[in-house]
């Protein structure tokens, strides 16, 4: 992979959100679930999907706080919009595990 400069990264707005409604994407090419993101008053709340059905239902993802890139452009997933980019790590199995901060952080916190 090449390296990128420190201004580089600074192009990349990646910022902590909370869950604030989630629920299953049958439409979807692969299962998915949708998710409203609350990232605080400055972003505002943002929607996007998923493959992370593996590891989560609708439910449990309620309340969770999540880092997602926020400054992509909105990208069309099947009837849905998506409009920022929620970040995760494959397991063993190469199902995603979302990412976010182990401890409480305000909403739209952004990533050092």
Known sequence: MAEIEFD?????????GRVVRAEPYPEARKPAIK???DF???IGEKRT????????????LI???VMAVVNFPPRQIGKFMSEVLVLGLP?????????GPDKDVPVGGRLH
Not at 9 to 16: A, I, M, P
Not at 50 to 59: G, I, L, M, N, S
Not at 91 to 99: F, K, M, R
């Open 40 to 42: 605080g008053d400055e």
């Open 63 to 65: 309340g969770k706080e």
């Open 35 to 37: 998710m409203w993101i």
């Open 8 to 16: 580089d990264f600074l192009k990349v707005d990646v910022r902590v």
């Open 91 to 99: 397991d063993e199995n190469g199902d995603i595990v979302l990412v």
């Open 49 to 60: 999907s998923a493959q992370v059905t593996k590891h989560y239902d609708p439910d449990m």
